[in-house]
C-alpha cells in the first residue's frame, strides 16, 4: 500500500529553486549543466544547455550572467563561471542532434530581424510545426550580436555556426531585406504570412543636445562598431573619447585601441561601482590602456575650424535622484576639459521606426519602441507581434531570447486556440542565501581563470582576447557548484525523528523544529550525502536523478562487452572531487585501463557500502575505493565516514568468508596521478594470486 505523503510547511521548501535559474532571463538550467559538467557528462550537458538556448557558444561568451551575480558562492569566495562554462560546452562539445518534430501545422510565420529574439522565435515556432521565415536587412544574420559585438569577443566562426544549425531545423533566412522597402505589411499578407513577429532592434544610437554635435570627429557609436565589425577600419583620429559608461562604450573603446591611435578614454556619468556594464569589461578596457574619466558629465563639445580639439565636462553631483531615477545634477563652476580628437557617442540606442510607415494602428511608447502585451508579446494590431529591444528599449542577448520564446509559445497558443505552458517560467521561490553561521563549513575553492593572449599582442589584431577553459579547469570550476535547491530531503512519512542526520551532518543542516517529530533539510545542504546512506529509516533522498551515489555508473560497467574476459576485474569507486588535483596522467595502456573500470562519484560519503557489494555480486574480483584525503576534498569530514564503511564492508566480506583483501580503501591527493595507478596496479597483482 502507497502511503500518502502529508502536506507540510516543508513540502514548499521542495520546490525552492537554485537562483542562477531563476535569475536567468530564458531559466537556462544552469544549476543542472554545470553538475554534468562536473560529473564529465559533457554531451548530456551540452544537450541541456541547446534545448534551452540557441546560442551556447556566443551567449557563453558576452552574456552578463546575472546567475552568477546570484550564485550563493558569492558569500563564500567567488561566483561560480557559469557563463564560461557554457562556452565550454558549446565550443567542445557541440554535436548538435536535430529532432524533427512530427506535427506541421499550415500558418507560415514571418520574423523581422536576425538577431537573437528573432532566431528564437524562429528556433522554437519550427520546433513547434511551424514554417518560419525570416527577414533580415543586413546582408548576413545576428543583428547587434554580429553588427555591434567585436569580433575580438566573439569570432564570428561561433555564431555562424548556431545560426547555420536553426537553419537546418528549417527556417529561412531572406538578406537583404527591409521592413518597409523591400517587404511591407502589406505584401507579408498577400504572401500568405499569418503571424508577424517584429524583432528589429534598436539600431541608432543616441545623441546629445549640447553645443558642438556636429563638428567633425564626433561618431556614433552604433555606427563605428558596425563599421569596424563589417570591413575591419573606420577612420579615428589620434586621441579618441567615448561618452558613456555601459558595455557598448566599453566595446567602442577597446575596438578604438586596436586601431592604433595614441590614446583612447571613456567618460561617463557613473561612479566607478554605478557602471552599467560588468566589472570584468571594465577591468578589460582598463588593462588594455583605456583612461576612465569617471562621474564627470558633458556640457559641450569644443572644436576648431570644424573639427573636434575636446569634451568640457562638469563633476557629477548624482546621477539618480531619491527615487533611483535617472537625473544627473551637477556642480555649479567644476568645468574641465578632456582633450580629444575624436569623440565616439555610446549613451545608448534608440528606435527607427521607418519600418511602420504604411501600417496603421501599431501603438508606441515616447520612447520609441513598440507596446505590446506582456503575456502574450502581441501589437493593437491583430496577427503583428513584437519582441526583443524593439519593445524592451535596451536589452541583454538573453532578455532578447526570452521574449523571442515567450512569443513563441504565445503565437502557438493563439493560432491553435491552446494553452500550452513552458513550466520553466513559473515562478519559484528562490533558495535562500546561506546563513552566515554555515559559511565558515564551506570550503573555500579558487575559482579557475580564464585564459586570455598576453596584452602585448591582443591590441594588434581582433582575435579573440578570452581562450576559453581547458577541460580540466572547466571540471574544477564545476565542481565548485554547491548544487543549490537539488540537495537532500526529508520524506516526513517516513521520518522517526531519531536524530541520526541531525548529529552526522558537518554543515548543521539537518533540524527538528520545536513541537515536530520529524526533521527537515533547508537550501544550505551542500548534497554531501552522509545523511542520505545513514538515516535508519531510509527517509532521505536527493532531489535530483543526477545524484544516483554511483548505482548507474556501476550498472553501466557491467553492460559493457569489453569487461568479458577481464580478470581479474576491479572495480575503482573515486571521488570525483580529486579527479583533477595534480598531474593527469595519461593511463590507456596501464593496468588501470587494462583491468580497473572506474565508477566516479562527486564525494564517497554518498556512497553505500551495499553498492560494494553489489559490484561483487555483478562479478568484480576486487573493489578499490580511492577517497580524497580530508584537506583535498569538497566535503568536510568525508574521510571518517569512508573508513567507517570501509570497515563495515570488510568485516561483512570476512563474515561471507571471502578474502577481504578483494576490499581496499585507499586516501590519496588526487585521482589520476602515478599514487592511484600505482594501487590498482599492486591490486592487480595481489587478487592475481588469490
Not at 502511503?3 to 543542472?32: H, L, S, V, Y
Not at 531585406?177 to 541608432?204: H, N, P, Q, R
Not at 527615487?323 to 575624436?342: C, H, K, L, M, W
Request: aromatic fraction near 6%; glycine fraction near 10%; charged fraction near 25%.
Amino acid at each position: 500500500m502507497v502511503r500518502e505523503k502529508r502536506c507540510t510547511g516543508f513540502d514548499k521548501r521542495i520546490n525552492e529553486e537554485a537562483p542562477c535559474i531563476m535569475a536567468c532571463p530564458i531559466r537556462q538550467d544552469a544549476r543542472d549543466y554545470v553538475q554534468l559538467i562536473a560529473r564529465e557528462r559533457f554531451h548530456e550537458a551540452f544537450q541541456l544547455v541547446r534545448s534551452r538556448n540557441p546560442f551556447p557558444s556566443s551567449c557563453g561568451r558576452i552574456c552578463t550572467h546575472p546567475c552568477e551575480t546570484k550564485c550563493r558562492r558569492n558569500g563564500i569566495d567567488a561566483p561560480v563561471a557559469i557563463a564560461w562554462l557554457k562556452r565550454f560546452l558549446g565550443d567542445n562539445f557541440s554535436e548538435q542532434i536535430i529532432k524533427f518534430t512530427t506535427e506541421k501545422h499550415p500558418e507560415r510565420i514571418a520574423i523581422i530581424g536576425a538577431g537573437p529574439a528573432g532566431l528564437a522565435a524562429a528556433n522554437d515556432l519550427t520546433l513547434l510545426g511551424y514554417s518560419c521565415t525570416i527577414f533580415e536587412s543586413n546582408p548576413t544574420p545576428g543583428g547587434m550580436l554580429r553588427m555591434g559585438v567585436p569580433a575580438y569577443r566573439l569570432p564570428r566562426v561561433h555564431l555562424d555556426k548556431e545560426v547555420e544549425f536553426i537553419k537546418k531545423l528549417g527556417v529561412e533566412i531572406r538578406y537583404n531585406a527591409t521592413l518597409g522597402t523591400d517587404v511591407t505589411f502589406d505584401s507579408l499578407k498577400k504572401d500568405g504570412y499569418a503571424v508577424v513577429f517584429i524583432a528589429v532592434g534598436l539600431l541608432e544610437s543616441r545623441t546629445l543636445n549640447i553645443e558642438g554635435i556636429h563638428l567633425g570627429g564626433v561618431l556614433k557609436g552604433i555606427s563605428f562598431l558596425h563599421e569596424v565589425n563589417r570591413t575591419g577600419y573606420a577612420r579615428i583620429g589620434k586621441n579618441v573619447l567615448v561618452i558613456g559608461g555601459g558595455a557598448v562604450a566599453m566595446d567602442c573603446a577597446r575596438t578604438a585601441l586596436r586601431l592604433k591611435p595614441d590614446k583612447v578614454s571613456v567618460a561617463c556619468l557613473e561612479s566607478r561601482k554605478e557602471m552599467p556594464t560588468t566589472d570584468f569589461e571594465i577591468e578589460e578596457a582598463l588593462h588594455e590602456g583605456v583612461v576612465l574619466y569617471n562621474s564627470v558629465g558633458p556640457k559641450r563639445i569644443l572644436g576648431n575650424d570644424g573639427q573636434v580639439t575636446g569634451l568640457e565636462v562638469l563633476k557629477v553631483k548624482h546621477v539618480f535622484d531619491e527615487q533611483r531615477r535617472f537625473n544627473p545634477a551637477f556642480y555649479e563652476g567644476s568645468e574641465s576639459v578632456i582633450g580629444a580628437d575624436t569623440i565616439i557617442l555610446a549613451i545608448g540606442q534608440t528606435s527607427n521606426l521607418a519600418f511602420l510607415k504604411g501600417q496603421e494602428g501599431i501603438q508606441i511608447t515616447r520612447g520609441g519602441t513598440l507596446i505590446v502585451n506582456p503575456h502574450t508579446f502581441s501589437t493593437s494590431v491583430p496577427g503583428v507581434y513584437a519582441g526583443g529591444d524593439i519593445v524592451l528599449g535596451r536589452g541583454t542577448m538573453t532578455e532578447g531570447m526570452a521574449q523571442g520564446k515567450k512569443a513563441a509559445i504565445a503565437i502557438h497558443n493563439a493560432l491553435r486556440n491552446a494553452a500550452i505552458k513552458d513550466e520553466k517560467w513559473n515562478d519559484k521561490p528562490v533558495v535562500p542565501d546561506l546563513a552566515s553561521s554555515r559559511v565558515t563549513f564551506i570550503k573555500k575553492e579558487q575559482k579557475q581563470e580564464m585564459p586570455g593572449m598576453p596584452s602585448d599582442k591582443r591590441l594588434h589584431n581582433f582575435d579573440e582576447v578570452e581562450l576559453g577553459f581547458p577541460l580540466s579547469a572547466a571540471v574544477k570550476e564545476a565542481q565548485r557548484c554547491m548544487n543549490c535547491g537539488a540537495g537532500a530531503v526529508v520524506d516526513n512519512n517516513f521520518c522517526v525523528g531519531c536524530l541520526t542526520c541531525v548529529r552526522i551532518c558537518p554543515f548543521e543542516v539537518p533540524k527538528i523544529k520545536k513541537g515536530n517529530t520529524t526533521a527537515y533539510i533547508d537550501g544550505d545542504c551542500q548534497s554531501c550525502g552522509l545523511c542520505v546512506v545513514e538515516c535508519p529509516a531510509k527517509a532521505i533522498s536527493f532531489k535530483t536523478p543526477l545524484e544516483d551515489r554511483g548505482k548507474d555508473a556501476l550498472e553501466a560497467v557491467f553492460q559493457d562487452v569489453s569487461i568479458q574476459g577481464v580478470k581479474p576485474l576491479i572495480i575503482n569507486f573515486y571521488c570525483q572531487y580529486g579527479a583533477y588535483n595534480g598531474d593527469i596522467i595519461d593511463t590507456g595502456n596501464d593496468l588501470l585501463a587494462s583491468h580497473t573500470r572506474r565508477v566516479g562519484v562527486l564525494g564517497l560519503g554518498k556512497v553505500d557500502p551495499v553498492l560494494y557489494m553489489r559490484a561483487f555480486e555483478l562479478g568484480a574480483h576486487g573493489v578499490l575505493v580511492t577517497a580524497c584525503k580530508d584537506n583535498t576534498c569538497h566535503f568536510c569530514k568525508e574521510q571518517e565516514w569512508v573508513e567507517k564503511r570501509a570497515r563495515f564492508t570488510t568485516q561483512l566480506l570476512n563474515d561471507l568468508g571471502m578474502d577481504i583483501r578483494r576490499f581496499q580503501t585507499h586516501f590519496v591527493s588526487s585521482q589520476n596521478d602515478k599514487e592511484t595507478i600505482d594501487l590498482a596496479g599492486k591490486m592487480v597483482e595481489e587478487l592475481r594470486h588469490i
